[in-house]
């Protein structure tokens, strides 16, 4: 099994994004393949006049090493 990846983020206190507002936490995912994830952060990033202190990142969930 390859890496997945997975679309975490949400609305942050200030823009020094240091601590996330409870409640907005959003995780979409797992994503097989980097391209969709990256289809997926700009669905979320650049939908509804995006405020400045929301933020998405991509995250890589390393493959199980099989056996």
Request: hydrophobic share 35%; net charge negative; proline share 6%.
């Amino acid at each position: 099994m390859g890496q997945r990846f997975w679309v975490v983020g949400g609305d942050y206190a200030d823009c020094g994004f240091s601590a996330i507002e409870a409640g907005t936490e959003t995780v979409s995912g797992p994503f097989h393949d980097e391209l969709r994830a990256r289809t997926e952060w700009q669905r979320l990033t650049f939908r509804d006049n995006c405020p400045a202190t929301r933020r998405y990142s991509i995250a890589i969930e390393p493959g199980m090493p099989q056996s």
